[in-house]
């Protein structure tokens, strides 16, 4: 499901996207398309850790930082724990597939990883100076995000 039709799923608005928006978008498909064709509600996890690795990617190419390794820090952190627990696996060795009985701890996994998105496209948009950011009121994009993460 692209990022639109998750959108529309949602109920959220799909109105006009700025180019940046749009490409962005269609990069994280892209990317989602090429790791797992298979991005059901069976690899939910998967979907979603995919889905932050490339938000990650994204912040760390998109950034005007200087000096601070924080973000650098936190993607390899994530990194690291999504290949340790196998969160971008598909399969028998795959997180979805250990805790496919536990839909209580899949549920709490699913919801971690879409606050991490949500946090990290907040980042993004404070970047690229979009309206409607708290770290367009003066706090770097970088404090602004450790802020929104650590909640």
Known sequence: ????QHQVAKGQPSGPKSQYEASREAQIDA??????SRATDTAAIQHRTLKC????????????????????KMSAEFNWWSLGIGAAKGGHSSL????Q???????TLVNLLESLATSLNKYIDAVHGHPNTRANSGASSSAWLKCAILR
């Open 101 to 107: 009985t536990r839909e209580d701890v899949r549920n």
């Open 53 to 72: 690795h490339a938000l990650f990617e994204s912040c760390q190419s998109n950034s005007n930082r200087s000096g601070d390794d924080w973000l650098d």
């Open 96 to 99: 979805d597939y250990r805790v």
């Open 1 to 4: 499901m692209s990022t639109t």
């Open 31 to 36: 990317y989602l398309a090429g790791s797992d």
